[in-house]
């Protein structure tokens, strides 16, 4: 029986703020996307994981922000179009 005399590898620690911004990125989109912005920050400052996680969110929640200011603009623009022609 032979044991290894290497120590073992201490795996870096996850960002949390990673984790939040992507669950803020499906709730709260624009605040999940600053939060991925600062989370990327800390992982490049720190050299914990989770960058995959806070890119994700970053991209995501610039999507969604758009997205919802696309579906904003058309519901204005219809609205406003059928009260105007009485129907």
Request: hydrophobic share 60%; net charge positive.
């Amino acid at each position: 029986m032979t044991t290894s005399n290497t120590p073992a590898v201490a795996q870096a620690r996850f960002n949390i703020l990673s984790i939040v911004a992507i669950i803020g990125a499906f709730v709260v989109p624009l605040v999940g996307a600053i939060i991925g912005f600062v989370a990327l920050g800390q992982i490049k400052r720190t050299g914990e994981r989770g960058h995959g996680l806070a890119l994700a969110a970053v991209v995501l929640g610039l999507v969604f922000t758009v997205l919802y200011i696309v579906i904003a603009v058309l519901t204005a623009v219809v609205s406003a179009s059928v009260s105007v022609s009485g129907y």
